[in-house]
């Protein structure tokens, strides 16, 4: 089975601190991705990753940033957290695979709360 | 017990009932849909899916039917059982790639025992 771990299932920070949500997956994945999921708003896609030191962004990138050094892990950074980044954070990972959608698999979520 | 697109978000039923989940999309280019369930606390989890050129797949008690006519895709869920109980998710890919997939807001559904 593929799994998608988050270091964090729930983390509170201070307005202005830098925060830090990581991401590991085991099944040799070459894409991921961070979503924010909020009420009323769905996922919305923040940055993805189709390969190690590459990265792409999503449809809400402003105040975040990534990193990819590894393939198994991909790190969502706030560079300086405000309350509007209070949400549930979610990684997923993908296989290309041709032919077929590239289905994505879920970390089970970070909630950030933002002080 | 049936929900009717994205206006009415919550749907309960029976336990041992089928329950209907709606979804309308909105971009007729879409190749391929997906059926997510997440669970309280929980990431998504992949349910199921259908391709552009098919108007039904069946897996294990669930059935995903796909109205392209109207944009409209359903998830059936035969006997529900209160381990169905979560917040159900349709995505759709505008083509083959990662990066095109987008989520509608969800139904929640609850079992009643």
């Known amino acids: 089975d593929v799994k998608v771990t988050q270091s964090s299932r729930y983390l509170v920070k201070r307005t202005g601190e830098k925060v830090f949500l990581e991401c590991v997956q085991d099944?040799?994945?070459?894409?991921m991705f961070w979503y924010r999921q909020d009420p009323g708003l769905g996922l919305r896609l923040i940055y993805f990753s189709y390969d190690v030191k590459m990265k792409e962004k999503g449809d809400i990138p402003e105040g975040y940033s990534v990193s990819r050094e590894k393939k198994e892990r991909f790190s969502l950074i706030l560079e300086s957290a405000s309350t509007n980044q209070t949400s549930m954070y979610l990684c997923?990972?993908?296989?290309?695979?041709?032919?077929?959608?590239?289905?994505?698999?879920f970390g089970p979520g970070t909630r950030l709360t933002v002080l | 017990g049936e929900s009717v697109g994205l206006h009415l978000p919550t749907l309960s039923v029976q336990e041992g009932d089928n329950s209907i989940i709606n979804c309308a999309y909105s971009?007729?280019?879409?190749?391929?849909f997906i059926w997510y369930k997440q669970e309280s606390g929980k990431g998504p989890q992949f349910i199921i899916d259908?391709?552009?050129?098919?108007d039904k797949r069946q897996g294990q008690r669930v059935t995903v039917l796909l109205n392209k006519t109207v944009k409209h895709l359903s998830l059936q869920i035969a006997a529900t059982q209160p381990g169905d109980s979560a917040v159900y998710f349709c995505?759709?890919?505008?083509?083959?790639?990662?990066?095109?997939?987008?989520f509608g807001t969800g139904t929640r559904l609850t079992v009643i025992p």
């Open positions: 997923a990972s993908s296989l290309p695979t041709s032919g077929r959608p590239d289905t994505q698999y």
């Open positions: 995505a759709e890919i505008a083509q083959t790639g990662a990066n095109n997939l987008f």
């Open positions: 099944m040799d994945h070459e894409n």
């Open positions: 971009n007729s280019a879409s190749d391929y």
């Open positions: 259908i391709r552009s050129n098919m």
